[in-house]
């Protein structure tokens, strides 16, 4: 099993480019996370998806948006970058069904926006 | 009330020693408290965690300690090893429901050899 997988891995962007970060996860789990992660800030939920076809506005979600694809895909999308967004993302998953819910992390993308 | 006030932001403890990281949180709905490590360059990975209906969990050299009164909880790392060294996050959540997390801003804990 990979886990949950992200590319890129590394971009730099332009102010005003825009991209899409792919997650992808083989766990069969039902929910899956985007969260940014800034020096001093720990990790901040962007958007969420509590199962397939559900999508919810976490702690900052200003400027991206998301769509779960399928049970295993979920990705976020930067419509028109800006320098704020210069950032750590990672994906997560985990299974809802559960007592704990642990979430499972991929390695991260690391985001440049110049 | 939805924030996770973790302290101190970095740490530097010699080898054998104790690593304490405390958090505290206002929320008396949150039912769940993990700790998360994360090595430079990767993604963070489930620790320990513990609910509220005990004062202490230990797993190895690894324990949290409780206070659920106080909305207290702190992550102790007992003998500490240069391999300890990470950033430590806690955070809180509530099982019932959408079991999304509130981090704390993290710890940067270094082992001096």
């Known amino acids: 099993n990979a886990g949950v997988t992200q590319t890129p891995k590394f971009q730099v962007l332009k102010t005003g480019q825009s991209m899409t970060l792919q997650c992808a996860q083989d766990m069969n789990h039902n929910s899956m996370y985007w969260y940014r992660q800034d020096p001093g800030m720990g990790l901040r939920l962007i958007y969420y998806?509590?199962?397939?076809?559900?999508?919810d506005k976490g702690e900052v979600p200003n400027g991206y948006n998301v769509s779960r694809l399928n049970k295993r895909e979920f990705s976020l999308r930067l419509e028109s970058a800006a320098p704020s967004q210069t950032s750590v993302y990672f994906c997560a998953s985990s299974d809802t069904a559960g007592p704990y819910n642990e979430q499972f992390f991929g390695p991260g993308t690391r985001l440049t926006v110049l | 009330q939805q924030q996770v006030k973790q302290s101190p932001q970095s740490l530097i403890v010699q080898k054998g020693g104790i690593s304490i990281i405390n958090c505290a949180y206002e929320?008396?709905?949150?039912?769940?408290f993990p700790w998360y490590q994360q090595f430079p360059g990767k993604g963070p990975a489930l620790l320990i965690a513990i609910r509220p209906d005990v004062s202490e969990k230990k797993e190895g050299r690894f324990t949290i300690s409780f206070n659920k009164s106080a909305k207290q909880f702190s992550l102790h790392i007992m003998d500490s090893q240069p391999g300890d060294s990470a950033t430590y996050f806690c955070a809180a959540s509530m099982i019932e429901g959408t079991y999304k997390y509130i981090f704390g801003t993290g710890t940067r804990l270094k082992v001096l050899a």
């Open positions: 929320n008396t709905a949150f039912d769940y």
């Open positions: 998806s509590a199962s397939e076809g559900t999508t």
